[in-house]
């Protein structure tokens, strides 16, 4: 569920000072059919940049309205004139379910990040990405484990096409009941590459491939894809 539904690529856009987008998507993918939105924001200032993003499900396994909420917020401390930035970062979030006979909620694991960027764009902005190292604390499962993290950006056709997208790799014990017993799982990979048309500057439509490997509540791999649309303030 964790879209990083980028404008996280803003992140690399230095000549931009601050942007922020709505993005509503409805996913496709087997035992989904259900509508996402999700809210970002990216600013820049004289010590680094802010980053946060607000993902919401709707009507989910009979749920009426909000079906699951997550955020992410990070922070990055530019290291002098170098590429490089010092990184940190908080994830959380909950959701909520019906049963034949209760209603029932549940939390997303909290975590605290802390680590380094990398960051490289070509001469005009038109290509870029971001690597992160990362310590990771996911709150009652491990005091430390670690997440590697890209970003990267791609513009054609005089920046009417985007392609955009985030790959995560993390450590996390993840228990998976089956019968007649359960598997753990040691790590996860999380990804989600997107493509644009911009019509303007403001509005785009395009897709998303949602691709996860032993990423809850899935055993193994999966591929969800979406179509979208974005509005760009």
């Given at each position: 569920?964790?879209?990083?539904?980028?404008?996280?690529?803003?992140?690399l856009?230095?000549?931009?000072?601050?942007?922020?987008?709505?993005?509503?998507?409805?996913?496709?993918?087997?035992?989904?059919?259900?509508?996402?939105?999700?809210v970002?924001?990216?600013?820049?200032?004289?010590?680094?940049?802010?980053?946060f993003?607000v993902?919401?499900?709707?009507?989910?396994?009979?749920?009426?309205?909000?079906?699951?909420a997550?955020?992410?917020?990070?922070?990055?401390?530019?290291?002098?004139?170098?590429?490089?930035?010092?990184?940190?970062?908080?994830?959380?979030?909950?959701?909520?379910?019906?049963?034949?006979?209760?209603?029932?909620?549940?939390?997303?694991?909290?975590?605290?990040?802390?680590?380094?960027?990398?960051?490289?764009?070509?001469?005009?902005?038109?290509?870029?990405?971001?690597?992160?190292?990362?310590?990771?604390?996911?709150?009652?499962?491990?005091?430390?484990?670690?997440?590697?993290?890209?970003?990267?950006?791609?513009?054609?056709?005089?920046?009417?096409?985007?392609?955009t997208?985030?790959?995560?790799?993390?450590?996390?014990?993840?228990?998976?009941?089956?019968?007649?017993?359960?598997?753990?799982?040691?790590?996860?990979?999380?990804?989600?590459?997107?493509?644009?048309?911009?019509?303007?500057?403001?509005?785009?439509?395009?897709?998303?491939?949602?691709?996860?490997?032993?990423?809850?509540?899935?055993?193994?791999?999966?591929?969800?894809?979406?179509?979208?649309?974005?509005?760009?303030?």
């Amino acid at each position: 569920m964790k879209h990083r539904l980028l404008t996280f690529s803003l992140l690399l856009l230095l000549i931009s000072a601050s942007a922020q987008n709505i993005q509503l998507h409805y996913d496709f993918g087997k035992d989904r059919q259900y509508p996402t939105s999700t809210v970002e924001m990216f600013k820049t200032d004289k010590l680094g940049s802010t980053f946060f993003f607000v993902d919401m499900d709707y009507d989910v396994s009979g749920v009426e309205g909000v079906s699951t909420a997550y955020w992410e917020i990070a922070r990055s401390f530019n290291l002098g004139k170098s590429p490089f930035a010092a990184h940190a970062e908080y994830n959380g979030g909950f959701g909520q379910y019906v049963a034949p006979d209760y209603n029932g909620a549940f939390q997303i694991n909290d975590a605290w990040l802390a680590g380094v960027d990398y960051n490289y764009n070509n001469a005009d902005f038109t290509r870029g990405f971001t690597l992160q190292l990362l310590y990771k604390y996911i709150r009652g499962k491990h005091d430390a484990a670690f997440q590697l993290t890209g970003v990267w950006y791609m513009d054609f056709f005089n920046r009417k096409v985007t392609f955009t997208g985030y790959a995560d790799f993390w450590r996390e014990d993840t228990e998976f009941l089956s019968e007649p017993s359960s598997d753990v799982t040691k790590f996860v990979f999380q990804s989600e590459p997107q493509l644009w048309y911009n019509f303007t500057k403001n509005f785009s439509l395009g897709s998303e491939l949602e691709l996860g490997y032993n990423f809850v509540p899935v055993k193994g791999f999966r591929l969800n894809p979406t179509l979208g649309a974005k509005w760009t303030f």
